[in-house]
C-alpha cells in the first residue's frame, strides 16, 4: 500500500464484534419484550390499593361468609357484581360503627354515591367472560381468583391471558369439581392427578362436554371457538 | 297461468339504469369495489399537514409509559334496586306515537341506558315488529344536538334561563290569557284532558293542531260518506284482491306494522291444495314500497287517481248515492287495466279492498269506501271505528284560521307544542318568521332548538318519549302506555308537564296525570290495574267501537266532479321521506345513512322523474333541475326512477334542514358539530303550497338547470355480475343465469307447488354436480341458518336499522357512502326486472353474511381472524384482524364491511349511553360483518346450559328477523327437524344463493310469486 488504508485492520475486528453485539441487542430485547410484556409478568400480582380496606381473609376465612353472600349475581349473569353499599352496612351499621376504615362506605351510604373500587381482574373490552356459564358448571372461583379467602388485600394470581384461559378450555377435566362445591376454596386440595382427572371426566360427560366412550363431543370443541368469548 | 320453461331466457335483474345500460360507469364499479377510492389518506398534500399526522402517530406510540393498561373502576349502586342484576338487560313496555297513532314498543334498558326499541309482541294491534323509525328512535334519546336547557332572547342575545323563570313566564301569561296553542296531534287522552282545561281555564284561549303530514283527507271522506269522521281498519289478511289508489299501505301508514303482518299471510305459496295467492294492484304516480311489492302496478298521476276511482266505481257497478252515481257515470270509459282490476274485485267479494292514500281529496276515499261497502268488504275486510274528537277541524283550516288571528290581534301568547311551522307549514299570505314576529310573547317546546325556536322568543327544552310518562291510542283504540325508561338527560318537561306549569299553581308530575286520567279505565283494584297496564304496555279491551255497516249518504258528488276536473301537464307530489318522515329525524344518523327503500340515495333527497321524461329533458341521475310551482322555484337533483308516472315529479320532505343557524342573530346553543341535519338535501317545503297541501298535488314546471349534483346512492354498491368469474363455463343464450340472485316466479292465485318449485329450480344456473377439494367438516351440535323469503320482503329496511342498532354499527356520512364504505351489515338491494324501463317489475332482497360452510374468506385471512365455528357460523374476531381485506376480496356477495376510519373514535357522552354493550365497538383498520347476532345467540346457549336444558326454536332471534314487520326472515337451528327454518329451508321456493359455487351458506333464500293480472279474470 503506497497510502494509509481507508478502513484500518482493526475496523475488521470492531465490525464483528458490534455485530455480535446487534445479535445479542436484539435477542435481549426479544425476550425482554417476550417476559417483560407478558401476562404473568404484568397481570399476576397486580394489587391496586382500594378506597376500603376490605379483607377476604377476615370475612370470608375467618367468619365464614360464603362467596354469594355478597356476590350475588355470579350464578345468573355475567358480572359477578361487586356489592352496593347495602351489603356492607347490613352488619357494619352494628359491627365497627366508629372504625375510621369504614368511612368510605358510611359516605356513600349517606350520599348516594358508589364507593369507588379499582377492578383487579380486568380484561380487556373484547373478551366478553361469563361467571355464570362456569360457577354452574363447576369451575371454582379458586380457579381463576386463588385463594381469596386468605388475601388481606385482593390481588391477581393467574395470569388471565388467552392461553392460560385456552389451558383449561381445552381440558376441562382437573379444574371442574361438583358444583355445590365451587365455593369451598380448600376443597379437595389432596386429591392426586388421577382423582382430579376421573372426577372431572365424570363431571365432563355430567355436561356433555365427552360422551359415554370419553371422546370429546361438539359442546367441548365449542369452547375454543372464537365468538365463544369474543363478538 | 303456467310460463312456458326454456323456451325464454327470462327477465335479467338490474339495480338501475346504468346497469341495465352496461354503461362504462357501471363498469368501473363492477370491476372495482371502491372506484372512487382516494387512495391517499392525507387529502392536502402540505408538509405541514402531513407532519402535523406523523406526529400524532408519534403522541400515541409514546403512551407505552405505564405497562398495565388504565385502572378501571367498578361503581356498585349503594343500594341495588330488587331484582335487578348490574349487566343484564331489562325490558319495559311503552308507546311511541307517529300520525296521531300509538304503536306499542319494548324497550331494552342495560344499567339504566335504554338502548333498544322494538315491537311489543303481546299489543293486540301489533306482532312485535318496529319500523326502521322506531329502531332509530333510541338514537334521537342520545342526540348530541338536542336542546339542554331552556333559553330566551335577552337583550338582543339568547340566553339561558331556568325552569322557575319558564314557570313565572308561563304562568303570568296563562293569567293573562289570549293565548293561541299550535300543537302536534296527539292521541294522548292526558293532553286531551289538559287540552279541556287550557281552553276552559285561560281567557280567550284557542288551540290548534298542525302536522304536515297527515290523514285529514281520510277523515273528511268518512265525513262525507257516512255524515261523522271514522277510521277505516283495514284486515289485509282477508284481502284476496287490494287495490291500493296512491295509497301506501304497508309502509307510509301509521298501522303499516299490522298491514304488513296481514298482508304477508296471504302471500304464502300453497303447500296443500288451498289457493292462497292475493294479488295487489297499485295505481300510483310514484312508486312506493307497496307498489315495489304489487303484482299490478299502474303507473297514473296523483291528480288522475279521482277519475281512475271513479271509473273504477262504475265498472264494478257498486251501487252509489244519487249525487255521485251522476257524476260517476259520467266519466270517461274504463281503459283495459281497470276494467281487469274491476272484474278482479267482483269475482272476490268480501275479500277485497280499495285503499286510497293520504294525498287524495276526502271525495276519493269516500268513492273508495262506498266501492269496498259495495263488494261487501265491511265488516270482513273493513271496519269503521270510532275517532277521538272527531269535530276538529283539519290541520290545514287550523293553521289558516290561527294565522288569521294573529294578523288580527287576538293573540298575545303563541306557544308551540312540538311543532315547527316556521319550516313545514305553507306561508299563509306571509312567512311564518313574520306571522310569529307580530305576537308578543312567542313560546317554543321542542326537543331542539329548531327554525321555529330560534323565531321565538322563548324555548324550552321538552323530552323524548323515552324520558316521559304519556299514552296513546292505537289505530284500533288501544291506549298504550308510555314510561320512562331514564330520567330526562336535560332536565326537560313533557307537554303536559308543561301545560300543568302554565295551568297549575302546583305543578302535576306527567306520572300523576297520566294516572288520574286512566283511573277510569281501571277494576275495583286501581293500583294491580295500573301496575299490569304498565308490565303490558296496554290496557285490554281499550279499542274503539266498531262499525261493520254503516250508512251511507250522499252530498259529495260536487267534491268528486271537482277533483275528477284535474289540469293537465307535469303535476308535483310531496312525499314523507321514508326515513325521516316529515323532517323530524333529520338529525338522527341512522336515518340519514339509511338508504332509502325505492331510490336508495342516502343522506340526501332528489327530484324522482320517470326515464321517458328524463330522456325527454336529456337529464340523468345528478343532474340539477329547476321545478317551479305556486310561484316558488327550487332547484334540485333529479333522481332517474323506472316505474314513475312520466307526468309526475316527486320530492321527498324533510330535508334542508337548519338546526344551527349563525345568520338569524339567534345562535343554537349546540355546536353546529351536533347538527347533522344542516345542509343536507333540499328543503321541498318552500315549494309546497296551501294548495299542494290540500289537494295533494300541485301543478308544476320542470326545466334543465345547469350543473350537477353528486348523490350519495348505493343502488350500484356491491354488484355481482356472475357472467365474469364464471367466463370459462360455457353458456348459450338458453342457459344464460336468468334472475338467480333474487328469482321470481309467475303464478296466479293458486299457486301449484311443483309447478313453482321447477320454475325456481329452473330459474338457477346449470352447473355439474358440486364437489369439495377435501372432506367437508360433520356438524353434530346446533346449525344455525336463516330463511329469507322474497315473497314477503317489502323493502322497508327497517332490518338495516335493527342491525345497526344492536351491533353498534357506525355511520360514516354522506362522502365515505360516496365511496361504497357504508357499514350496513345487513343491505336490501332492490332489483327491477324485464325490459320495459317505463314500469319494470321490482324485486327486494335483503342480503347478509351468509356464514358459508365453505367459506372463501376464511381460506385466505393470514392471521386466522375469521374461522369457522362448530356452530356453523363465521366467527369474525375483532382483536386479531389487522386489515388487509383479503376476505372482502374473496366474498362472493359482498357483505364484509371494513373499518376505513375511526368511526367512533370520540362519541359525545350521550352516544357513548346508546351502545348496545354485548357487541364490541370496532376500530379502524378492522372488519366486520353480520355474524347472526352471535351474542344473542350466546346468551340463550348460556341461559339454557345454566338451567341444563336444551334450546327451543325461537330462543333466539336475531335482531333483523325480531323487527321485520312481514317475518320475512326466519332464524333457527337445522339440527332441529321440527324447527321453523328447517321446514323453509325445505320449501320447494327454496334455494340458495350462488350455490354453484359450493360455498354452501346456510341462509337460504324463497322466491318471490308474482300474481300478475292475465286478462282472464271475472
Not at chain 2, 369495489?33 to 389518506?41: G, I, R, S, T, V
Not at chain 2, 324550552?460 to 298504550?480: A, P, Q, V, Y
Request: proline share 6%; charged share 20%; net charge negative.
Amino acid at each position: 500500500m503506497s497510502r494509509d488504508p481507508i478502513f484500518r485492520p482493526w475496523m475488521d475486528q470492531l465490525l464483528k464484534l458490534l455485530g455480535a453485539g446487534a445479535a445479542v441487542t436484539g435477542l435481549y430485547v426479544v425476550l425482554m419484550v417476550y417476559f417483560g410484556l407478558s401476562p404473568k409478568t404484568l397481570s399476576a400480582g397486580y394489587m391496586p390499593q382500594q378506597p376500603v380496606p376490605y379483607s377476604h381473609a377476615l370475612h370470608v376465612g375467618e367468619l365464614g361468609l360464603d362467596c354469594r353472600y355478597c356476590h350475588t349475581t355470579v350464578e345468573s349473569a355475567a358480572f359477578a357484581a361487586v356489592p352496593p353499599t347495602q351489603t356492607c352496612i347490613n352488619c357494619h351499621e352494628k359491627i365497627a360503627p366508629t372504625s375510621h376504615k369504614l368511612d368510605p362506605v358510611r359516605d356513600s351510604f349517606v350520599s348516594g354515591l358508589p364507593v369507588q373500587w379499582i377492578k383487579v381482574h380486568d380484561l380487556p373490552d373484547y373478551v366478553y367472560f361469563n361467571h355464570s356459564a362456569h360457577v354452574t358448571r363447576g369451575v371454582s372461583c379458586v380457579e381463576c381468583h386463588g385463594r381469596i379467602d386468605r388475601m388481606e388485600e385482593v390481588h391477581q394470581v393467574k395470569p388471565l391471558s388467552m392461553g392460560w384461559c385456552l389451558g383449561c378450555h381445552r381440558n376441562p377435566a382437573s379444574h371442574l369439581r361438583p358444583v355445590d362445591r365451587v365455593t369451598d376454596l380448600d376443597w379437595g386440595l389432596d386429591r392426586t392427578e388421577e382423582e382430579k382427572a376421573a372426577q372431572g371426566n365424570e363431571i365432563m360427560k355430567g355436561l356433555g362436554l365427552i360422551d359415554e366412550s370419553g371422546h370429546p363431543t361438539a359442546r367441548l370443541t365449542l369452547l375454543t371457538n372464537c365468538s365463544t368469548c369474543h363478538r | 297461468m303456467k310460463k312456458e320453461i326454456g323456451t325464454k331466457p327470462g327477465k335479467a335483474l338490474w339495480r338501475s339504469l346504468d346497469e341495465y345500460a352496461d354503461s362504462p360507469e357501471f363498469r368501473t364499479l363492477l370491476e372495482k369495489e371502491f372506484p372512487n377510492h382516494a387512495p391517499e389518506l392525507f387529502h392536502s398534500t402540505s408538509r405541514r399537514h402531513f407532519l402535523k399526522v406523523m406526529g400524532a402517530s408519534m403522541a400515541l406510540a409514546g403512551g407505552l409509559a405505564g405497562c398495565h393498561w388504565p385502572q378501571q373502576q367498578i361503581l356498585p349502586h349503594t343500594s341495588r334496586p330488587q331484582g335487578r342484576a348490574p349487566g343484564v338487560p331489562v325490558t319495559y313496555a311503552s308507546c311511541w306515537e307517529q300520525q296521531e297513532v300509538a304503536e306499542g314498543v319494548l324497550v331494552t334498558s342495560y344499567d339504566g341506558r335504554p338502548i333498544r326499541v322494538d315491537g311489543n309482541g303481546d299489543h293486540p294491534f301489533q306482532n312485535g315488529a318496529a319500523t326502521s323509525q322506531i329502531q332509530a328512535s333510541v338514537l334521537g334519546l342520545y342526540d348530541p344536538g338536542r336542546s339542554s336547557e331552556p333559553s330566551h332572547d335577552k337583550a338582543g342575545h339568547r340566553v339561558a334561563a331556568s325552569w322557575d323563570e319558564a314557570a313565572e313566564m308561563l304562568r303570568a301569561a296563562g293569567r293573562a290569557g289570549k293565548v293561541a296553542v299550535l300543537a302536534a296531534p296527539s292521541s294522548s287522552l292526558a293532553l286531551a284532558a289538559m287540552r279541556k282545561r287550557v281552553l276552559r281555564q285561560v281567557p280567550s284561549a284557542q288551540w290548534y293542531e298542525w302536522a304536515p303530514i297527515h290523514r285529514d283527507s281520510e277523515r273528511l271522506g268518512t265525513e262525507q260518506l257516512f255524515g261523522r269522521p271514522t277510521r277505516p281498519v283495514a284486515d289485509l289478511s282477508r284481502a284476496r284482491v287490494l287495490v291500493c289508489l296512491d295509497a301506501d299501505p304497508l309502509m307510509n301508514h301509521p298501522a303499516s306494522l299490522a298491514h304488513s303482518s296481514a298482508w304477508a299471510s296471504l302471500r304464502t305459496s300453497a303447500d296443500d291444495d288451498e289457493p292462497l295467492l292475493s294479488r295487489v294492484y297499485s295505481v300510483e304516480s310514484t312508486l312506493s314500497v307497496t307498489g315495489s311489492a304489487a303484482d299490478v302496478r299502474i303507473p297514473a298521476r296523483t291528480a288522475d287517481i279521482a277519475r281512475i276511482a271513479a271509473q273504477l266505481a262504475a265498472a264494478t257497478g257498486v251501487p252509489l248515492p244519487a249525487d255521485v252515481a251522476s257524476i260517476v257515470a259520467a266519466a270517461e270509459p274504463a281503459d283495459q287495466q281497470i276494467l281487469q282490476m274491476a272484474a278482479d274485485l267482483k269475482s272476490h267479494p268480501g275479500n277485497c279492498l280499495v285503499m286510497a292514500g293520504d294525498r287524495q281529496p276526502g271525495a276519493v276515499h269516500a268513492l273508495a269506501h262506498a266501492i269496498n261497502i259495495g263488494l261487501g268488504a265491511a265488516g270482513k275486510t273493513l271496519r269503521f271505528a270510532e275517532v277521538e274528537r272527531g269535530e276538529r277541524p283539519p290541520h290545514i283550516d287550523d293553521l289558516e284560521s290561527l294565522a288569521n288571528r294573529i294578523r288580527s290581534d287576538e293573540v298575545e301568547t303563541l306557544l308551540f307544542l312540538g311543532t315547527n311551522p316556521v319550516y313545514d307549514a305553507p306561508a299563509i299570505n306571509e312567512s311564518w318568521d313574520d306571522l310569529i314576529a307580530k305576537v308578543p310573547l312567542t313560546i317554543h317546546v321542542g326537543d331542539h332548538e329548531d327554525e321555529t325556536a330560534r323565531a321565538c322568543q322563548w324555548h324550552l327544552n321538552g323530552t323524548h318519549f323515552l324520558e316521559e310518562w304519556g299514552e296513546g291510542r292505537s289505530w284500533d283504540g288501544t291506549i298504550t302506555l308510555r314510561q320512562p325508561l331514564i330520567a330526562p338527560l336535560y332536565d326537560g318537561r313533557s307537554c303536559i308537564e308543561l301545560l300543568s306549569l302554565l295551568l297549575d299553581d302546583k305543578p302535576k308530575s306527567g306520572h300523576d296525570m297520566v294516572r288520574a286520567v286512566l283511573e277510569p279505565w281501571a277494576g275495583a283494584d286501581v293500583d294491580a290495574s295500573w301496575r299490569s297496564w304498565l308490565h303490558d304496555g296496554f290496557i285490554p279491551g281499550s279499542s274503539n267501537a266498531v262499525d261493520s255497516a254503516p250508512e251511507m249518504r250522499g252530498g259529495w258528488g260536487a267534491a268528486l266532479e271537482s277533483a275528477m276536473q284535474a289540469p293537465e301537464g307535469d303535476e308535483i307530489v310531496f312525499l314523507g321521506d321514508h326515513s325521516l318522515f316529515d323532517g323530524r329525524y333529520a338529525n338522527n344518523g341512522w336515518l340519514q345513512e339509511l338508504p332509502d327503500p325505492i331510490t336508495k340515495v342516502t343522506w340526501d333527497n332528489c327530484a324522482l322523474i320517470a326515464p321517458s321524461r328524463a330522456t325527454e329533458m336529456g337529464v340523468k341521475t345528478g343532474d340539477l333541475i329547476q321545478l317551479s310551482t305556486g310561484g316558488r322555484e327550487l332547484e334540485m337533483p333529479a333522481f332517474v326512477l323506472p316505474c314513475m308516472n312520466p307526468r309526475t315529479v316527486a320530492v321527498a320532505l324533510g330535508y334542508g334542514r337548519l338546526l344551527s343557524d349563525r345568520a338569524a342573530g339567534r345562535l343554537s346553543r349546540k355546536p353546529s358539530l351536533y347538527q347533522i341535519a344542516d345542509g343536507v338535501g333540499f328543503d321541498t317545503y318552500q315549494l309546497r303550497t296551501m294548495e299542494a297541501v290540500r289537494a295533494g298535488y300541485a301543478p308544476v314546471s320542470v326545466s334543465r338547470a345547469s350543473g350537477t349534483y353528486e348523490l350519495a346512492t348505493t343502488q350500484d354498491h356491491n354488484p355481482i355480475r356472475p357472467d365474469d368469474f364464471m367466463g370459462d363455463l360455457e353458456f348459450n343464450e338458453e342457459q344464460r343465469r336468468i334472475g338467480e340472485f333474487a328469482r321470481v316466479v309467475e303464478t296466479g292465485f293458486a299457486p301449484d307447488a311443483g309447478d313453482v318449485a321447477a320454475q325456481v329450480q329452473e330459474a338457477g344456473p346449470h352447473h355439474p354436480a358440486l364437489e369439495s377439494l377435501w372432506t367437508e367438516h360433520e356438524y353434530k351440535s346446533h346449525r344455525w341458518a336463516m330463511t329469507i323469503d322474497l315473497n314477503l320482503c317489502t323493502g322497508c329496511s327497517a332490518c338495516m336499522v335493527a342491525c345497526q342498532s344492536e351491533n353498534n354499527i357506525a355511520v360514516v356520512g354522506k362522502d365515505e357512502v360516496a365511496y361504497g364504505r357504508e357499514m350496513h351489515w345487513i343491505r336490501v338491494d332492490r332489483y327491477f326486472s324485464g325490459d320495459d324501463i317505463d314500469n319494470p317489475e321490482v324485486v327486494h332482497q335483503p342480503l347478509t353474511c351468509n356464514q358459508c360452510e365453505n367459506a372463501p374468506c376464511e381460506q385466505v385471512c393470514p392471521v386466522a381472524a375469521t374461522v369457522h365455528n362448530e356452530e356453523g357460523l363465521n366467527d369474525m374476531v375483532y382483536n386479531r384482524c389487522i386489515g388487509t381485506r383479503y376476505c372482502s376480496n374473496n366474498c362472493p356477495y359482498k357483505v364484509r364491511r371494513f373499518n376505513y376510519f375511526n368511526n367512533t373514535k370520540s362519541p359525545s357522552a350521550t352516544e357513548q349511553m346508546g351502545y348496545n354493550p354485548a357487541v364490541t365497538i370496532r376500530a379502524r383498520g378492522v372488519m366486520e360483518k353480520c355474524t347472526y347476532c352471535v351474542q344473542r345467540i350466546n346468551s340463550s346457549k348460556i341461559r339454557a346450559h345454566n338451567e341444563r336444558r336444551e334450546m327451543v326454536d325461537g330462543d333466539v332471534l336475531p335482531a333483523c328477523a325480531q323487527t321485520c314487520p312481514t317475518r320475512a326472515i326466519t332464524f333457527g337451528d337445522l339440527a332441529d327437524p321440527q324447527s321453523q327454518v328447517s321446514a323453509t329451508q325445505k320449501s320447494h321456493r327454496a334455494y340458495k344463493m350462488l350455490a354453484e359455487l359450493n360455498v354452501k351458506p346456510r341462509t337460504s333464500y324463497m322466491a318471490k310469486l308474482r300474481n300478475p293480472a292475465t286478462g282472464e279474470e271475472g
